[in-house]
Nanobody
Framework: QVQLVESGGGLVQAGGSLRLSCAASGRAFSSYAMGWFRQAPGKGREFVAAISFTGGSTYYADSVKGRFTISRDNAKNTVYLQMNSLKPEDTAVYYC???????????????WGQGTQVTVSS
């Protein structure tokens, strides 16, 4: 069982930056691949980024490639999402998730956090 708690969301102007954190409690954080997803009002949950168990491999949605960076610190049981050059279309609730392998679909992840709101004003 893994519990995930996101933090770091907020309101930012277009072009600004935010850093999201996801703290995990429970066993064997380093045994899980981690992902970030987002969900805007009226839309489905969308893949943003994912990272392998050791952090050696990372994956990004085309819409955020070059602007967002996912990283993890297994000693701190935490995964991060650094978001730069934010756009109004990045506005959504952002969720972190833990799974047994790296995937781009929500169904591939077993544990989810409660989400943190990111709002980007134009």
């Amino acid at each position: 069982q893994v519990q995930l708690v996101e933090s770091g969301g907020g309101l930012v102007q277009a072009g600004g930056s935010l850093r999201l954190s996801c703290a995990a409690s429970g066993r064997a954080f380093s045994s899980y691949a981690m992902g970030w997803f987002r969900q805007a009002p009226g839309k489905g949950r969308e893949f943003v980024a994912a990272i392998s168990f050791t952090g050696g491999s990372t994956y990004y949605a085309d819409s955020v490639k070059g602007r967002f960076t996912i990283s993890r610190d297994n000693a701190k049981n935490t995964v991060y999402l650094q978001m730069n050059s934010l756009k109004p279309e990045d506005t959504a609730v952002y969720y972190c998730a833990a799974g047994l392998w790296v995937g781009v679909f929500p169904a591939e992840y077993k544990y989810w956090g409660q989400g943190t709101q990111v709002t980007v004003s134009s």
